[in-house]
């Protein structure tokens, strides 16, 4: 086949995105924490920007001179500023509002290699790892244990039956009328499982679990083991001399041993039960005003910013103009605008978002989770002329304070579960499910079909009050 070098014409479209663009998208979706950081880190690095001191905020509460708590600076050259920052004129004229508000259309006339090209990274968040809670840190060394496929089922059942702590709390009858096994084999399994990392797990009380430990430190036969054997009760009475008497030994003894158990660790699972007080700033904070939902947004804390007025008097003089120091400060400044400009958006996108939410979910903020309905993205998408991707950056690590507490913005968005008398949110389902299993008497569990059978009377409980409060409204 012979070689030819030919000309062809071939019309596409694209999303040229600037790094100002990408700046501003990327803001969008930051969570409180990584937003401030941000910003602290824009004020380091660009000497234009300032933050607003305490008394200008003061003296913006005036109205006569009510601005902005972002700032927005005029322009590089010298004329009058304006409500928002001056973008500068050679910047691409793709803008973040049109950006956000024709997603799918720059979307769907990409090509494939523009999309990966141009496609951000998912958010930190969501490329976290999750840990091994215990069961599956159990679970992955029996792999490695000698056990017959018949053993397998009875290990798994002892393994359930493990609390927090690591400490078995079912019974060997109990385990072995669960999965039809018989009792040695049961005691064969609580045994392989006490074989296991963490030292101690399986064991049926604190005295069991020391002795483990002590076990497997090859101690099995000491004054320690004796003393978590017998005299445990005298132990936590702090009784050394009692000790002493009734093993025949020595006070200095009793310590040396003391001082070993207390090496010990007598919840094996500590490592694997995360008991963290995580605290949360809410973004957002949804209130009723005479029979009305108000939306505001939580500033507290986070920088607001402004143009440094020494260096505007730097652009303005004239022996500065054409000279490398003007051209530098001019570029910070555009950079300054494009961020404040990107802040102000961020904030009226999230207001957006929130508003919307509050329209659809407003029977869960009267009522409670029982009233949640079925929400997808798509829905305030459309209600807010926006691409669901920009829906799911706003509500991606953002959380709201509302009367019936403190929510993300994903919990809103939940799929529905169709039933005889209408469709249903899943979260609700989940949440009356819940609320019957922690409430039932251990001696009588309730059965799934009796579950099943009280939620549909729930339900239709639910809408005949929500149909006689609409009529007499």
């Known amino acids: 086949m012979a070689l030819e070098i030919k000309l062809s014409q071939k019309l596409s479209q694209s999303l040229l995105m600037t790094p100002q663009l990408q700046q501003a998208i990327k ?116 792999r490695f244990c000698d056990c017959t496929p018949e053993d397998l089922p009875v290990i798994k059942q002892v393994i359930g039956n493990l609390n927090k702590d690591g400490y078995l709390c079912s019974k060997d009858e109990e385990i072995a009328a669960a999965c039809g096994s018989s009792l040695e084999r049961v005691a064969a399994a609580i045994a392989l499982v006490q074989g296991l990392d963490p030292t101690g797990v399986g064991a049926r009380n604190l005295s069991e679990c020391l002795l483990i430990q002590l076990d497997n430190m090859g101690l099995g036969e000491g004054l320690a083991a004796q003393i978590c054997r017998n005299h445990l009760s005298k132990l936590e009475r702090r009784k050394y001399e009692q000790i002493a008497k009734d093993e025949g030994v020595t006070l200095d003894e009793v310590y040396q041993a003391v001082t070993l158990i207390q090496q010990l660790e007598p919840r094996p699972a500590r490592p694997f039960f995360d008991d963290t007080t995580r605290y949360i700033i809410p973004d957002i904070y949804v209130y009723k005003d005479a029979g009305e939902y108000m939306i505001s947004l939580n500033e507290d804390g986070l920088p607001k910013l402004k143009v440094s007025p020494y260096y505007l008097s730097l652009l303005q003089k004239d022996d500065q103009r054409g000279s490398p120091d003007r051209a530098y400060l001019n570029d910070r400044l555009k950079a300054a605008s494009w961020l404040i400009k990107s802040i102000h958006q961020r904030q009226q996108t999230i207001y957006k978002v929130t508003e919307s939410i509050v329209k659809f979910q407003r029977e869960f903020l009267d009522h409670g989770i029982d009233s949640l309905k079925p929400l997808v993205l798509k829905d305030v998408a459309d209600d807010i002329g926006m691409h669901e991707s920009t829906v799911s950056r706003v509500t991606t690590n953002k959380y709201v304070h509302t009367p019936q507490g403190v929510f993300e913005l994903k919990f809103f968005f939940t799929t529905g579960i169709k039933t005889d008398s209408g469709e249903v949110s899943s979260s609700a389902v989940k949440e009356r499910i819940r609320t019957l299993i922690s409430n039932e008497p251990p001696e009588a569990p309730i059965s799934d079909q009796k579950i099943v059978e009280i939620l549909r009377l729930k339900i239709l409980i639910l809408r005949a009050v929500r149909s006689q409060n609409t009529g007499k409204a």
């Open 27 to 142: 803001l969008l979706q930051l969570g409180r924490l990584e937003y401030k950081e941000a910003i602290e880190r824009e004020l380091l690095e660009n000497p234009v920007l300032e933050e607003v001191r305490q008394e200008d905020s003061e003296s913006d509460k005036d109205p006569s001179r009510a601005k902005s708590s972002t700032e927005s600076p005029p322009d590089p050259d010298g004329s009058e500023p304006e409500t928002e920052p001056k973008l500068p004129k050679n910047d691409s004229p793709v803008s973040l509002e049109d950006y956000l508000a024709n997603y799918s259309d720059y979307r769907e006339g990409k090509s494939s290699r523009s999309y990966t090209e141009f496609d951000e990274r998912p958010s930190l968040e969501a490329t976290l790892t999750r840990e091994q809670n215990l069961s599956e840190y159990l679970a992955s060394q029996i």
